[in-house]
């Protein structure tokens, strides 16, 4: 299994302004994955956060709103950039296993543009 | 990755069994069927993952029929701590390196 912790857990954030959250696994993982979940909604991906390279993005989501970084096989952030209200949220990381491991999810992010 | 179709919510009494259906008509050949459970403010958690027939672990089992089209997630005995949403989930393979694309799911309410 795998353990991942995420920073910072809730943060409350001035419009325009722009916040990193940081995803960190206690073992290599080959992939890893950034989620947004609106309250009550299912999660929706926003892109795969490759290593040595640049993350691939969902429909609808681009790299100059959400960068990406994935220096090495145990860690990821993810900027929220320019923020305003809409982009309030939770935001979760998720990290892939080898063949026959399942998902693992952190606790997420709880993120309020006022 | 095939549709998947679950009903939005359910309600069920402490003690029961409860038995969440999901319908994926299109599933593949290679396809495998898996369930998440999500919590109240936590990330989605891994329950179980089948094939074909039916799969048990210590929290749940999972029924899949031969055509493969649907799938029931049984919960036997629930408590009031089963109270979250449930994800079916359907993709090629049991290599979770794959992105996981989430349906609506279904929202269990679990009453004393």
């Known amino acids: 299994s795998a353990v991942i912790s995420q920073k910072p857990s809730r943060d409350i954030c001035q419009r325009g302004t722009s916040l990193t959250i940081q995803c960190q696994v206690d073992s290599q993982v080959t992939m890893m994955f950034w989620y947004r979940q609106q309250p009550g909604q299912s999660l929706t991906l926003i892109a795969t956060?490759?290593?040595?390279?640049?993350?691939?993005?969902e429909s609808g989501f681009v790299i100059d709103k959400f960068p990406i970084s994935r220096p090495n096989l145990t860690f990821s952030t993810l900027t929220v950039s320019n923020m305003s209200p809409e982009d309030s949220s939770i935001y979760l990381c998720s990290a892939g296993g080898t063949l026959n491991t399942e998902a693992f999810f952190g606790q997420g992010t709880r993120l309020t543009v006022v | 990755l095939a549709k998947t179709t679950q009903p939005i919510s359910m309600d069920s009494y402490e003690g029961q069994e409860v038995n969440i259906t999901c319908s994926h008509n299109n599933i593949a050949t290679n396809d495998y069927i898996t369930w998440y459970q999500q919590f109240p403010s936590q990330g989605p958690r891994f329950i179980i993952q089948?094939?074909?027939t039916k799969v048990t672990n210590e929290v749940a089992s999972l029924f899949i029929p031969a055509d493969r089209k649907s799938s029931t997630l049984s919960l036997p005995r629930v408590s009031l701590s089963d109270t979250a949403v449930y994800y079916c989930?359907?993709?090629?393979?049991?290599?979770?390196?794959?992105?996981?694309?989430f349906g609506k799911g279904t929202r269990l309410h679990i009453l004393p």
């Open positions: 089948g094939y074909k």
């Open positions: 989930l359907v993709g090629e393979g049991m290599n979770r390196d794959d992105k996981i694309i």
């Open positions: 956060a490759n290593q040595g390279s640049e993350a691939t993005y």
